[in-house]
């Protein structure tokens, strides 16, 4: 009797040990994951535990991240093991701690127990652990310690998950600050109403409505002589970032060369070249650009590849589009031909020019022009001013509608 009472009281202080043993790893767990240890240490870590402190030769971590499956950590298992394992052919259909170490599937051979880890009901990892040694026969010592793996790895996985979360929405919150700062610099390169240029016999009005806080279209002014004026509206393929940088460089080298000695010609090959060194090929840039002398009443214009902007004259009733030019900056290498325009411009005629993102509209799976409408909205003796009104209420209709999906950069002029 006394030998079978010291049996059963050495079971107790083994098991009590036992308990004491894993409740010190959780503890330290725990002390770990409060550290805030990147995540590469605390795997690091988590190998270091199962290897060295529960005897795991093997382990295997899956886990799910938007919907994909990946290799969280990889330690004694060869690539050709790694290789055959399918997580949905082969590990979805556990739903418990299962032990098979006597008989493994196909696939999970030389491994001994699969661990599936729930959060909130829905798996989002499974472990699979195993003895490095092929040879050994009969249940893994391991197996005592599922339970406790599942546990630590459950901490782990949903830890990581957190980490993730919270990396990626600092760093959208460190893009968010920066998109607003090249906002606020691009809406200072572009010229607001009162850096218009100021005339008795022409008024200008302008939109500018990038779809993403910055964008790739631009208007610019360029007093060229007392008496002559530069103007442009360009668009660059693309949105956002990249295309915002790519119009920012094309608008410094637009300034920098755009002068009353230059011909359009010549400005438009200079700027080609300045395009293709800049976007690599990978982006273009349509552009309306125009000389208007103030005396002579004369337009001189070159097209390159862009949207045709419109002439009306009311006294005709006449609506020309203005569409003389070339194919788009960084097309080519070289533009082969470039025609120049030269157009009288007749006392109360109206100019309108804008990019496509005004009449290209979003309607289900399908594009529609709003093209005419445009043309409507400026084929008439109303004033520039009441124009450009309707052309807002127009995009602020569409806007509601969610057919706007690209930026708007307008200008409209009245020759006095």
Request: include cysteine; proline fraction near 3%.
């Amino acid at each position: 009797m006394g030998n079978f009472t010291k049996m059963i009281t050495q079971t107790k202080k083994k098991r009590i040990k036992l308990y004491k043993d894993r409740l010190n790893i959780l503890l330290d767990l725990a002390q770990t994951i409060n550290e805030d240890h990147s995540i590469d240490d605390l795997l690091s870590e988590f190998e270091i535990l199962l290897r060295e402190e529960l005897d795991v030769g093997k382990v295997l971590v899956y886990t799910c991240s938007d919907g994909i499956w990946r290799n969280l950590l990889i330690s004694g298992v060869t690539p050709e093991e790694v290789a055959k394992i399918d997580v949905e052919r082969d590990l979805l259909v556990y739903s418990g701690i299962e032990n098979i170490t006597l008989s493994p599937p196909e696939n999970l051979v030389g491994f001994d127990a699969i661990i599936p880890l729930f959060h909130r009901f829905k798996a989002i990892g499974y472990v699979l652990i195993g003895d490095v040694d092929e040879e050994h026969q009969g249940i893994s010592p391991t197996i005592k310690h599922l339970k406790l793996i599942q546990i630590i790895s459950n901490l782990i996985i949903v830890f990581i998950e957190n980490k993730r979360m919270q990396d990626a929405l600092l760093e959208q919150q460190a893009m968010k600050k920066e998109l607003e700062l090249a906002s606020r610099i691009q809406n200072q390169l572009i010229p607001g109403p009162d850096a218009l240029p100021k005339h008795r016999r022409l008024s200008i009005h302008t939109i500018y409505l990038p779809h993403q806080g910055v964008g790739g279209d631009y208007y610019d002014f360029v007093k060229l002589s007392r008496n002559t004026i530069g103007f442009c509206v360009a668009d660059v393929s693309g949105k956002g970032i990249a295309a915002a940088l790519l119009m920012s460089n094309f608008q410094a080298v637009l300034r920098s060369a755009f002068t009353s000695r230059v011909s359009l010609r010549k400005l438009v090959h200079q700027l080609n070249r300045r395009v293709n060194e800049s976007a690599n090929n990978e982006k273009f840039i349509t552009m309306f650009i125009g000389k208007y002398n103030i005396s002579s009443r004369k337009l001189t214009y070159v097209n390159a590849g862009h949207l045709p902007p419109f002439l009306f004259e009311p006294k005709k009733g006449h609506l020309i589009s203005l569409d003389k030019g070339c194919i788009g900056l960084g097309m080519l290498d070289v533009i082969p031909v470039i025609e120049v325009g030269r157009i009288s411009i007749s006392k109360n005629s109206k100019f309108l020019a804008f990019t496509d993102g005004l009449v290209e509209l979003e309607r289900g799976n399908k594009i529609t022009s709003g093209l005419m409408s445009v043309e409507k909205i400026i084929s008439n003796a109303n004033p520039i001013e009441k124009n450009i009104e309707e052309i807002k209420a127009f995009i602020n209709k569409h806007i509601d509608r969610r057919a706007i999906f690209d930026d708007i950069s307008l200008i409209g002029m009245s020759f006095f």
